[in-house]
């Protein structure tokens, strides 16, 4: 069963979620939130109930039933057998005889394990140490699937009885975070010319001139001129977000150079700090050798807080390099307070089935005060009408996204494939009312 500290967590996410997205007085009694055995739902009086399921072994369902409701479609788990008997309401919620009320599907089950990271332990690591994202077997669109906001809306509209036939009268605006990983600030550095150079020539092998020739031709580009499609990127960004009213966070690698780690020196960072207004925020991207180095994170933290001449409380992981959710205790006792690496860089979706910033459970059981804002959509792994699909819904359940756009590839012709993407995936953004939070606002 579950113990005592991790019921006290889920309903500190589900009352901090309540408040993030929904506005004060909604007719769900937070008080009469309760955790408990289905017998005791059975027996107990009026309130909203959150079934308590034996959870020994984690088997990922593999049913699920969709409703359309509140103009939007929801995933939710098969009626549990106890429940038989029980009429639904519209919303998938079974009544007992004194209008309490509890989900008909066994949702911490489903949600448990994701938010508390027990899946992602059964998935073999890759040769980087990660979780290997290709070995996650829930079909993508699970993995777009934001089961717990989708939960807390149906149990909201459960509270109105019926009354709202959409969200939006209870519901803040959506929020998304909006950031860029700054890899590679000059195009003309060793490795990446190296690189060019590799693709030139196995291009000619394959006899594809046309392949080669544009390689060679980014060679003599960013020989002339460096920073032209990196550093300078930084300003293009700045420009479309002022454009759409938003703002963004910058997280700098720097620190040890190459391999996977930081390409750019210390000047060129520099620079390209200079040219962020205030208002935006600038956090770490954690090097490749800092994971469970206290000497290394703390070496690089320090360098890049003398730049900023302020204390850095946010930042991502490069190559989202970490084990499992449970390393983002390290960094807490880093002194991060906002950590944005908890995602996929080849998928796209909500790798622990919530769409919010949220405190993990160790940091949470330690008493440590970070929290992550999971990563949903990255410039490589985006398909456009996914997003689209997603943007829509989450402006009508509740919650936030998140992007990560590299600035080497927001405005770069060498990546064709990119150009134009960033502005329209602000325009959708726009069109569905969502305003941009920062990781600075998660800590006022
Ligand atoms: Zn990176």
């Not at 970490?322 to 390393?327: E, V």
């Not at 991060?336 to 996929?344: H, L, R």
């Given at each position: 069963m579950y113990s005592s500290i991790e019921i006290e967590w889920i309903k500190h996410l589900i009352l901090d979620y309540l408040d993030r997205?929904?506005?004060?007085?909604?007719?769900?009694?937070?008080?009469?939130?309760y955790f408990a055995t289905v017998d005791e739902f059975i027996n107990g009086g009026p309130g909203f109930y959150i079934l308590l399921y034996p959870n020994n072994s984690f088997v990922y369902p593999t049913k699920f039933r969709e409703i359309n409701v509140l103009d939007t479609v929801f995933t939710i788990g098969e009626k549990i057998s106890e429940f038989q008997n029980l009429e639904e309401n519209q919303y998938g919620f079974v009544k007992n005889s004194n209008s309490g009320f509890a989900p008909s599907w066994d949702f911490l089950s489903l949600v448990f394990p994701l938010l508390k990271g027990e899946y992602e332990k059964l998935i073999k690591q890759d040769h980087l140490g990660r979780v290997n994202q290709n070995l996650d077997n829930r079909p993508s669109e699970l993995l777009l699937t934001p089961f717990f906001n989708e939960f807390i809306a149906l149990l909201v509209a459960t509270s109105y009885d019926g009354k709202l036939k959409v969200l939006n009268p209870v519901l803040k605006c959506p929020n998304v975070f909006l950031s860029h990983d700054c890899d590679l600030l000059i195009g003309n550095d060793y490795f990446t010319q190296l690189i060019r150079c590799y693709k030139v020539f196995s291009n000619l092998f394959k006899l594809n001139f046309s392949g080669a020739f544009i390689k060679f031709k980014y060679i003599i580009l960013n020989l002339i001129d460096g920073k032209k499609y990196y550093l300078n990127s930084i300003s293009y960004i700045l420009k479309l977000e002022k454009k759409y009213g938003y703002r963004s966070s910058f997280y700098f690698l720097n620190g040890k150079?190459?391999?996977?780690?930081?390409?750019?020196?210390l000047k060129v960072i520099e620079l390209a700090i200079s040219l962020i207004p205030d208002g935006w925020d600038i956090g770490l991207h954690y090097n490749y050798n800092t994971l469970h180095s206290e000497v290394n994170f703390l070496q690089q933290k320090s360098q890049l807080e003398s730049i900023l001449s302020n204390i850095v409380f946010s930042g991502r992981a490069h190559y989202l390099k970490?084990?499992?959710?449970?390393?983002l205790l390290f960094y807490s006792r880093m002194g991060?307070?906002?950590?944005?690496?908890?995602?996929?860089s080849e998928r796209q979706g909500f790798r622990y089935g919530i769409g919010s910033p949220f405190t993990p459970f160790n940091v949470f059981s330690s008493k440590g005060d970070l929290v992550t804002i999971p990563l949903t959509f990255m410039d490589s792994n985006i398909v456009l009408s996914d997003f689209d699909k997603l943007v829509k819904h989450v402006s009508k359940i509740g919650g936030s996204i998140s992007i990560l756009f590299h600035n080497d590839l927001v405005n770069n012709p060498e990546y064709e494939?990119?150009?134009g993407l960033y502005e329209k995936l602000l325009q959708v953004l726009k069109i569905n009312n969502f305003n941009y939070k920062l990781p600075s606002d998660l800590i006022k």
């Open positions: 997205y929904f506005i004060e007085n909604i007719e769900l009694n937070k008080d009469r939130i150079i190459a391999r996977y780690g930081a390409r750019s020196n970490y084990s499992n959710i449970d390393d991060i307070k906002v950590d944005e690496s908890t995602g996929y494939i990119f150009l």
